[in-house]
């Protein structure tokens, strides 16, 4: 199956460079990946789609305000970092600009110098390896430094950084949200429970790898990014007791899916755990633990879109796409969201 595939014509005013004020306002376009059906709904209405017996999964990973700006010492030109994998004994993994410019030995200061670093590598792909100097607490110090490293299809800056932040995050750690929870809200989520559906959660940080682009013609050659998940024993508990009941497993994210999928066993029964997966999956997958999806419009040849066409097949995700631009949806971060089920 090629890269090809998956592509699609998207006018650039229909990505969204901005939330809507309310969080749930949001358009939810609805695919019943047995027939292809397509219908339209606001993301208010998704208690509606759900069912007292079903498991709804949310990633509560916390984006960090991982973007820092500062300058090269002494008396050298700005410098941008973003973090990407924090690496132990105050190193971290950065993407770095202009990245010609800062080699190994480099010194960098952030916020008046409150934030110092060295650049000790080049890694393969581009990115550094930095070590920090500080005093106090690294994530205090990001909470007052650091912005919100917002995908590089988004041009507007953010006025509320929490827009970007799902109202049930909790456990510091990705570079980019998990999206297809931003359109929740507490009380959203409060009648969805109330409706008889148990609300649990994974943790999966999300890297930026997740906006790399699939640059082989034949997607199965794609190298797919390692990313840090925990299921808690409360979830993978609820999940099989869902599962042996008859209810469904609803996925609110790609993050929520792959790392369900990614531990698993083959009968889809789950057990407590922590660690990194780099699962990929495509069209010709088999799912063993989740049964509907919520998901954002994702990026013309992505491995999102491979993933959501694993699901509900190829031509009705294309078609989808199809009527989704033909009725203006908003896509990416910030954009609609659609319930496969």
């Known amino acids: 199956m090629k890269t090809s595939d998956f592509y699609f014509e998207l006018p650039p ?7 809507l004020p309310r969080r749930d306002a949001s358009r939810l376009l609805t695919l019943d990946r ?14 509606s789609l759900l069912r007292p017996g079903d498991c709804l999964v949310l990633n509560d990973s916390r ?34 600009r202009p990245g010609r410019k800062v080699r190994p030995g480099a010194r960098l200061s952030f916020g008046g110098g409150a934030l110092q670093a060295q650049v000790l590598e080049v890694r393969e792909g581009g990115s550094r390896l930095i070590r920090f100097e500080y005093e ?3 994530l205090e110090l990001l909470e007052r430094l650091g912005k919100m490293p917002l995908p590089p299809y988004i041009r507007e800056e953010l006025e509320d950084g929490e827009r970007y932040q799902t109202v049930y995050s909790r456990e510091p750690g990705s570079a980019a949200a998990p999206t297809a929870g ?17 609300v649990h959660f994974i943790t999966l940080h999300v890297g930026l790898g997740t906006f790399r682009p699939v640059k082989a013609e034949d997607i199965t050659d ?6 840090f998940c925990t ?17 469904r497993v609803v996925c609110v994210g790609t993050t929520s899916c792959r790392t369900l999928e990614a531990w698993a066993s083959e009968d889809g029964t789950l057990k407590p755990c922590s660690g990194w997966t780099d699962i990929f999956i495509y069209p010709g997958y088999r799912f063993k633990a989740t049964d509907c999806l919520i998901t954002n419009f994702h990026l013309p040849e992505s491995t999102l879109i491979m993933l959501v066409s694993a699901l509900a097949g190829r031509e009705q995700v294309l078609n989808a796409y199809r009527i989704a631009i033909q009725e203006k949806y908003r896509f990416f971060s910030f954009g609609d969201a659609m319930f496969i089920g």
């Open 63 to 96: 984006v960090l305000p991982a973007r820092l700006l500062g300058r090269r010492e002494p008396g050298g030109g700005a410098v941008e970092l973003v973090l990407l994998r924090d690496r132990g004994d105050k190193q971290w993994e950065c993407l770095v």
């Open 182 to 198: 931003l359109h929740f809200t507490p009380e959203l989520l409060e009648q969805i429970r109330a409706m008889g559906v148990q």
């Open 136 to 138: 106090g607490i690294f």
């Open 13 to 19: 005013e229909l990505i969204a460079q901005t939330p």
């Open 34 to 47: 047995r027939t292809g059906a397509v219908a339209h709904r606001h993301f208010y209405e998704l208690p």
């Open 222 to 227: 794609h190298e797919m990014h390692s990313e």
């Open 231 to 247: 299921i808690p024993a409360e979830t993978a508990e609820a999940i099989n007791r869902t599962r042996q009941a008859g209810g």
